[in-house]
Structures are given as C-alpha cells and as structure tokens.
C-alpha cells in the first residue's frame, strides 16, 4: 500500500468514524446510561452471590459492589460513579421507584389480618425497639459531641427501622415460621414499619420548620393514621369490585402495569397527604395480600410478586450500588468516623436486643426475638438516603450510617443463627 | 370557632403543608414521573385491551392512547405530554431501553437454525419486499413534490421494515404455524429485519456526511455483515460456557440482571461499532434462542423471555404512547397530509403484496405471503422515531408516517383473514 492510498483510507475512516457514531443511532445519554447500568447489574449480582455464598445476606454484596464502584479513585481510576448516578434522571427516579416497589412488596409480605391480630407482646417489643434506639441514638450522638440538633434523631429513627426481610428469611429457610417466637418478630417488624415511616414524617418536618410545636406532631401522626385507617377502609371495600373488572384482561403484561400503577398511585396519595410516598406503598401492598390472579394465555396462576419481581431487582440494583457508590472510604478512616460506627453499631444491638425481654408469657425465646430485630437492611438505608439526600447529613456522616446498617445485617444473620434452637 | 381560632389553623395549616410535601421525600420530579407513568401505562393498558377485543392488534391501542394524551390541548387540557416525554431524561433512555428489549425478543423469537436454513423463497420475498416499498416511497415522495432528498429514502426504509409478530400470532391463533406459506413469511420477515437495519446504517451516514460514495456503502456493509458473523461465530463458541459458569447462581433475580446486561452489552458494542444499538440487541437474542434456564428457588424453568417481560412490558408501553404523544392530530386534517397518508399506504400494501408473487413452487399461496408481509408495526415505528429524532423530518410528516404504520398494522391482519384458507 502506498503512502497516498494510506491517507485516503486514514481520512476516509475519521470521515466516516464520527458519522457512523451518530448513525449508530446511540446518543451519548444512551452510551452513558447502558454502560453504567451493564457494570452496576453485573458487579452486584456477582458480589451478592458472592456475599450469600460466605452466609451474609445478598444485600450487603450488593451495597459492597456499590463501594467499590464509587471508590474507584482510590485505586486511580478517575471515573466519578457516584456523580454520575446522582446527575441521571434515569437513575434517581428508578432508585425512588425501587423504594415504592420495595415497601409495596414488603406490604406483599405483610398480611392485613396478621397486623391487626398483632399481639401485646409484638406490640411491646415494636415499641420498645423503636423508643429505645431513638432515645439512645440520640444520647450516643449528644455524648459523641455531635451536637444535640436534629441530626441525632435522625440517627436514632435510622436505628429504630428494622428490616424483617433478613431474619424472616433465616426462620423461613429454618423451617420455623410457625414458632410462637417468630410470629413475634414478623408482627413487630410490621408495628415497627409503620411507626418508623411515621418517625420519619414528624423529623422531616421538624428539619424545614426549624422548630416544631406538639400541634404539629399531633396534626402529622393524626394524618398518617387516618391515611391508613381511610385507605384500608375504601381499599377493602372497592379492591374487589376493581379487581373484579380488571379481571376482564387476561394478558399478564395488563397485571404488571396494574400492579405498578396500584403501587404508584398509593404512593403519590400519600405524597399529596404530605407523607412519604413508601407509607402509600406500603398500604397498597397490604391491601392486595393474598391476591392470586388469573393472568396469562395460558391462565396460570400467577403472584403479584411474580410480575413485579424483574422490574423490582433491576430498580433495586440500581438503589444498592447507588447507596454504596455514596461511601467515601477514606472517610472511614478516620478515628471520629470509626468511633461513630462502633458507638452506633453497640447501640443498634443493645437496644434491639433489649427489647426482646418486654415479651411476656411462657414458650418464647426473648433473647433471640431481641437479636432477630438487629437487621436494619433497606428500611434502614432509605432513612439514610433520605437524610443525605435532604442534607440532613454530610458525607462522612453518611458513610459511616451505612457502614452502621451494613454491619447490624451482617451481625443480625450471625448472632441469631445459634439462638435458632430455641425457638 | 372564632375567626381568630380559624385564622390560628389556617396559618398553621399554611404553614405546614409546604413542609408536609418537603417532608414527604416527594421531589417534583417523582410527583411528575410517578402521575405520568400513571395515566400512560392505565390509559394505554385499556386502549390496547380495547382495541385488542375490536380485533386489532394491541400495539394500536397503546398508540391511540399516546395520541390522546398528546393531543390534550385539543380537548382544551393545557398539558403537553409530548414536551413532558421528550425533556425527562428516565422516559426517553426507558424508550431506547424498550427498541433494545424489543429487538432482543425479535431475536429471541427468530432461531438462528431457522436463519441460515431459510429457502430461496423467503430470500426473494425479503429481497424484493424491501427493494419495491424503497423505491416506489421514493418515487411517490418525488411525485407528491416532498422533494429528491435523503427523506423519500427515508419513507421508503419505513415502508420496507415488516413487523412479523402481528401476522404470526394470527397465524398461531389459527394453528398455521407448520404451514409452507407461513415459513415463508417468518423466514422472510427476519431477513427483513436484518436488511431493513443495515439500511437505516447507511441512510444515517447519508443524512450526516452529506453525499456519500460508494466505498462507504461497502464499509457500512461490510461493517454490519462483519459484526453479524463475528458476534455469532464468538457467540455460538462462548456462549455455553458463560451459561455455564453463569449457572453456579440460581436466583431468577440474577438471571433478569444476566439477560438484560446481555442485551444492553450487544447493543454497545454494535453502537462502538458505529452500527445501531438495536442490531447489536438482536443478534444477542438469537444466540440466546432455544436456551431454558434452571432458575428460581424452586428450580423451576424458566424463559429468558418471562423474565425480561414485565419490564419489556412497562418500557414499551412508555415507548409506544411516546410515539402516539408526538402526533400532532390538528396536521393531519391538512389535504397534503392525507394525500401523503393515502399514498403511502398504497404503496405501503401494494408493494407488499407484491413480494409474494416471486415465490416459485406449488403449494404456497402467493397473495397470502404477500398479504402476511404488510404490518410495518413497531419495526417501522422505530425507524421513524430514529428519523424524526434525528431531525430528518418535521412533525406533520412524522404524524403522517405513524397514522401509514397504524394503518398497515390495521389493515394487514384484515386484509389476511379471509386468505388464511389458503394457507
């Protein structure tokens, strides 16, 4: 080849080399997205499998790929994840529907008939285990020296959250949902959701408003009860008679978008009542307990669950890795920083595991009811996402609570497993 | 109550409420994307059933359902929807997420085996299929005075593309899969598939470069051919090892995650390939063809398919009311726009049925094929969708060109049922 017939080619091809990438029809925002989303999927379905494989839960392997993706500087990659997730629309609004779909499942799991036969014991440990850590939390904070605002309620709401998924699983897998002991835990998970959705209601206000007066309080929990007593109420009496017409469409994909929109319509109710938009969700999940629809060409039985499920992992992917990619490492570090996460990581065990010991009666394991509320898990992060995102919090704050919750469903999982006889 | 006790609540309601929706972790952007993805996936849900029960194929419904919502103002409703789809960043990438999920299932659909033994029949019908819709569009686009330029050839790339699913799940529904004519049409429609895109490549690279020479005909070709083999030939060798160490994970969650990256990363690599992103996605379809999964808990098997469906699902449903929102109804009433609407659907179904008559052989009916050919659906959509992105046309013409597709996926599956006694 001569040198001229060289430089034809060489000029032709950076000719059409920027042609054909607009021609490829991938915009930038598509190249961007698509590569972030491929990494994010397969880095945290590999580390969740990982992490499940070593006996800790998938979640936690998941938040770890999110770590390492947005502390990539640090071994000299100067790609910002963490930005770029923060920047992209697509991003933000697909980790607040993971939220929505997250508590919408978790109303899946509950069971309407179940919460209101909760028992006075389930009743007392939800209680005391979200009084408890609330009230040391913010003790803990205040002797910390990190101030008496509303920064240490907000930690003690995040310590008060409990997340029944991990343990349920443990108890499920055990074969001991039936134990008198478990229904104590699934029942005061429930009370626990509910008072902690709540918590987060009165401290966000407090946040905007500066100061707060008990009429306002009073005038926030009256609106969140009556939302759910209204909602439960019209649900109950109408679900029917919707699903009934719904019925009329067979096509599974019809199901899915009824399911997503129930969900979301619930969850902007709520939003428009001046609560959070996962209190919406939640209920609306409740009401469709128990649910099975006739849906499919081939009328198969199918769950809600079923149907949502794929939407819910990719969203919920997104979410993890998005709440991991927000650690900054170095921060960790730091003595005051590793002081905090010890300081909270005792107090999250201590009073969780305190509040095992209100139950009373013969046949229970107290003990292991207090250990088996140590989770913290998603319900946990959304207050801290919640918290950062309103900046509540800094960054290193921030870090370090995620830090807290990994570790608490980390320990959760280890410390109930030889209390398992007992149950 | 005295005025002043009421004017005490309304203050305090005033002041409140901000709070109470600030507090309620409800951004803007979640309240507008959660009422949007709302009223599109009920509304569409509903037209599509609709429209479905009134004997056309579903994908019409959802379009009329994106007309309604686009054309709002119309009913004296100050929304614009159109401009509300176009400026979110999570609708627009969901819509390039949905043409790639769309051309992965088409892969999905399509069987390689199928491919290369396609007859010469299917070859010719493909062929002539698409060269007479390209050059009777350009001739009748030069005939109604729209000019010589790269948008005749545009229109007649539109009128070429068949979408294959509407026709064989007519001819499912009838039992008719097993018949000569019918493998005809399937092997035809997915030479089509490959033919039509490779045609968008270069027509793109026309729009940018200007004028174009033969030698970057070739390239792109070249390129697009080269991309094919290579992908399958890596592919067919690698894939069942990366099935197999990818089968240590039994969770379905981490086989959605696996076959959606799967899809995304083909449509990358077709992208840096400066070939489209919904090539790529296709290819990766069929090598994926014909492979069942053990996933789930309880072992049980599962598609790829059903996995990927729900979000497929909510993804075009977004994609398909997209298209409809951007139809401006008012330009259609113009004469030169039903002019255009008129003979383009002409061309649209006389080129078509044409294609059918080149098949040699007993035993195959001619005008069925030809019949079978003509929904352009959501291939065509997608191809004037990227036209009008691009900027290639306005908006009247681009009404013009959806109202042609509706239209054909309309009158295809009409026109074809009284032939299917032929078959």
Redesign the interface.
Known sequence: MTRKTRLLWLT?AA???P?????????E???Q???L??VM??L??WC??LFERLGMP?LVGQIFAGIILGNLALAGVDVDVADMLRS???M???A?LAVVLLLFLVGLESNMGDLLRVGPNATKVAVVGVALPVFMGVGVWHLLGQGDGVEGWFVGAMLAATSVGITAGMLGAAGLLESSSTKVILGAAVIDDVLGVML??VL??V???GDFSA??LV??VA?AVGFFLVTLFLGRKFMPQIIHVTS??H????W???S??LA??A??L??F??????IGAFVAGLLLDDVHFVVGDDFQKKRVEE?????T??ML?IFFVGIGAQVELQTLLDPGALKIIGSLLLVAVVSKGLSGFTVTGKGFDRLGIGLGMIPRGEVGLVFAS?AFS?KVFCCEVYSALVMVVLLTTIAGPLLLKPRLKYF
């Open positions: 032709v000719a059409t080399l042609a054909l990438a607009w021609a490829s029809g991938a915009s925002m598509f190249t997205h698509t590569l989303l491929i999927i397969t945290a379905d969740g499998w998938e992209s629309h697509f933000q609004y697909s607040e987060l209601a966000a206000s946040v905007i408003t009429l306002d005038w926030i609106k009329m469409n096509h599974a994909s019809f899915t978008g009824f997503l929109c979301l319509t969850a902007q709520a939003a009542a001046g609560l959070a938009p996962l149907l949502l499920q794929p939407i992992n990719i992917t919640f309103h």
